[in-house]
């Protein structure tokens, strides 16, 4: 994790956004953290985590999935 201060993310902000792709940004002021760029990548483990708790704890196995995604498909 890189830290910046923000007189720095102003004047490199292209090289910044870009360093966010692959690890995460801190931005300071006065030496306090103000903010974080990170990158925009979904987590795929954590989103499907998230839609199995919509189904109030369902277990899914493997071949629940596949037979769902074979129906889709049809």
């Given at each position: 994790m890189?830290?910046i201060?923000?007189t ?7 090289l910044?956004?870009n ?9 300071t002021r006065?030496g306090k953290a103000?903010a974080?760029?990170v ?5 795929k483990?954590?989103s499907?985590?998230h839609v199995k ?6 277990t ?9 995604r ?5």
């Open positions: 890189k830290q201060s923000i720095d993310l102003k004047a490199n902000t292209g910044y956004v360093m966010a792709q692959d690890q995460d940004v801190i931005i006065n103000i974080k760029l990158t925009i990548k979904p987590n483990k954590a499907w985590e708790g919509l189904f109030g704890g369902m899914f196995t493997d071949e629940d999935v596949a037979r769902a074979e129906e889709r498909l049809r």
